[in-house]
C-alpha cells in the first residue's frame, strides 16, 4: 500500500512540473489533494485498517500529502515569478497620470441643511439638537395640542410598545426642551432633524423626513420681527430680490399662525407647473409663540414673546432642482446622487 502511495505521488510530482497554467493547476490540485484523491481517500479511511498498520501509514501519508502541497506552493511562486519576468518592461511608463480616486460627496440634503444652517448662524441662531424619539407630552400635550384634538389629525404618528413614547412627527418639541434649558434667558435657536409620520408612502410623502425648526424667545419680540427674519431667510437662501408673502394660517403652538410663500424661483412669479401657475411656493410654517407653549417652557407670557418656524430642507431641495419625487432621496440609486 505504501508503495503504491509512493508511486502515485511520484507521477503527480513529475506532472506538475509540466503545469504552466492556473486552469491545469487547479485541476492538478483537485485531482491530487482533492477530497477524491488517492492521499485524502487514505488519509481519511484510516479508520478501518488493522490497528498495527495505522501509525506507520497515518505517518507516510501525512509526509506525503506535505511534499504535495509543498511542491505545489512551489510551482505557485515559480509561474507567478516567471509570468512578471516576461513582463515587457519598456512599456512601463511613469509619466502616465494615477488612477483617480473616487470622491464621495454630500447628499444632496444635507448639502440644502448646511446652507440652511449657515445661513442662520450669520443671524446668531445656534443649533439645539432634540430627541427622535419623544414623549407624547412633548410632542403634542406641551405643544397646545390636547389629546383628542382634531390637531393631532395633522400628524399621524409611529408609536412604540410603551405607552406615551412616539417618534416625533415634528422638530416642534425641541421648542420646549430649549425653552425649559435656556429659560429665563433669551433664545435663538434651530432645531434640524428627522420626523417621521406613519403616512402612505407617495412621490410628496415619505416616513422619514427632515426639519429645520426656529426658535426666537425675548422681550418686545414682535410679528414683524418674524417676517423681517423670514424674509431675510429667503433672500439670503434663494435670492437678493427674492420676494415673500405670509398667509394666515393654523398651528395650535402659535398665535396667529403663517405660513411663508416665497417668489418661485423658476418663473420668477410669472406661473409655471412648479408653482402650479401661482406664482409662489410655499415654504414654511410660522407664527408667534403660543402664550400657553411660553408658559410649558418656564417663561411668564406677560413678559416674553417669540416666534418660531418650521420648513422641509426635502422639499425645499425639490423646488430648488426640480426634483419631482420625494422617494429619490432614499431611493440609494447613484445616478440620481452623482447629480449634486
Ligand atoms: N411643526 C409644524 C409641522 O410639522 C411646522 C411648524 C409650523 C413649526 C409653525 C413651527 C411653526 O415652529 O411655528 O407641520
Redesign the pocket.
Known amino acids: 500500500m505504501l508503495e503504491s502511495l509512493q508511486k502515485n505521488a511520484e507521477k503527480a510530482l513529475s506532472e506538475l512540473q509540466n503545469v504552466t497554467d492556473t486552469t491545469s493547476l487547479k485541476e492538478w490540485r483537485s485531482q491530487n489533494l482533492g477530497k477524491e484523491s488517492v492521499i485524502m481517500q487514505t488519509l481519511g479511511n484510516l479508520g478501518g485498517l488493522p490497528t498495527s498498520e495505522r501509525p506507520v501509514i497515518g505517518r507516510q501519508a501525512n509526509n506525503i500529502r506535505q511534499n504535495l502541497e509543498t511542491a505545489f506552493q512551489k510551482r505557485i511562486d515559480q509561474l507567478r515569478d516567471s509570468a512578471s519576468e516576461t513582463l515587457p518592461t519598456a512599456s512601463l511608463d511613469v509619466t502616465l497620470p494615477g488612477r483617480p480616486v473616487q470622491h464621495g460627496r454630500l447628499h444632496i440634503v444635507t448639502q440644502t441643511m448646511r446652507r440652511i444652517y449657515a445661513i442662520w448662524a450669520d443671524m446668531g441662531f445656534q443649533i439645539y439638537r432634540s430627541p427622535d424619539v419623544e414623549t407624547d407630552e412633548y410632542n403634542f400635550e406641551l405643544l397646545n395640542i390636547p389629546k383628542h384634538h382634531p390637531a393631532r389629525d ?1 400628524w399621524d404618528t409611529f408609536h412604540t410598545d410603551t405607552p406615551g413614547i412616539i417618534l416625533r412627527t ?1 422638530t ?1 418639541p425641541g421648542q420646549i426642551h430649549a425653552m425649559r434649558e435656556y429659560c429665563p434667558n433669551p433664545i435663538r435657536v434651530i432645531l434640524p432633524g428627522m420626523c417621521y409620520r406613519y403616512e402612505q408612502i407617495t412621490a410628496r410623502s415619505e416616513i422619514q423626513f427632515n ?1 429645520v ?1 426656529g426658535l426666537a424667545i425675548g422681550q418686545n419680540i414682535r410679528f414683524t420681527d418674524l417676517k423681517g427674519t423670514l424674509s431675510d431667510f429667503a433672500r439670503r437662501m434663494f435670492s437678493a430680490n427674492t420676494a415673500t408673502r405670509f398667509r394666515a394660517s393654523h ?1 395650535p ?2 398665535e396667529p ?1 403663517a405660513e411663508m410663500d416665497v417668489e418661485c424661483f423658476l418663473c420668477s412669479g410669472g406661473g409655471c407647473s412648479v408653482c402650479k401657475h401661482t406664482g409662489w411656493l410655499e415654504i414654511l ?3 408667534m409663540v403660543h402664550p400657553t407653549v411660553l408658559e410649558n417652557g418656564g417663561y411668564n407670557p406677560r413678559e416674553f414673546t417669540g416666534f ?3 420648513m422641509g430642507p426635502e422639499r425645499i431641495t425639490m423646488l430648488k432642482y426640480g426634483i419631482k419625487d420625494i422617494r429619490y432621496f432614499w431611493g440609494n440609486d447613484l445616478r440620481f446622487l452623482e447629480q449634486f
Open positions: 395633522m415634528h416642534s426639519q425648526e398651528f403652538f402659535t399662525s410654517g410660522c407664527g418660531a418656524f418650521g
